[in-house]
C-alpha cells in the first residue's frame, strides 16, 4: 500500500516513481499473497492451540513449503537474490525441520 513512496521502492531496486507506478499492481498482489500464507500459519496454529494438531500441522506445512518453494523460484530466477532468499526461506524453513523432527 505504501509501494509509491521513494523509501519504499528503492528497497526493490526502482529508481523512480513512474518504474514503482508500473510495478505496484504486482508488488499489491505479491503482498496479498504473503498475507495469505501468514493467515494460512496463523490458522494452523490456532488449530494445533485448540487441539486439532494434525489438521494445524498440515496447514502450517503447506504454508511454509510454499514459501520455501517460493524462495527457490525467486533464487534460480536469479543469483543476485540470493539474500531475499535466504531470508524468506530461512524461517518456514526451521519451522518444517521442527514439524518433521518433533
Known sequence: MLFERPTVFARFGLRS?????????MAF????????????IAVGLGLVAAGQQPAGEAIVA????SMVGAASVLLATNRRFLTAA???AGPPLVALVALILG
Do not use: K
Open 62 to 65: 503447506f504454508a511454509c513449503a
Open 17 to 25: 516513481a513512474d518504474e514503482a507506478a508500473l510495478i505496484r499492481p
Open 29 to 40: 498482489n505479491q503482498g496479498f499473497y504473503n498475507l495469505f500464507l501468514a493467515v494460512g
Open 86 to 88: 535466504l531470508l524468506q
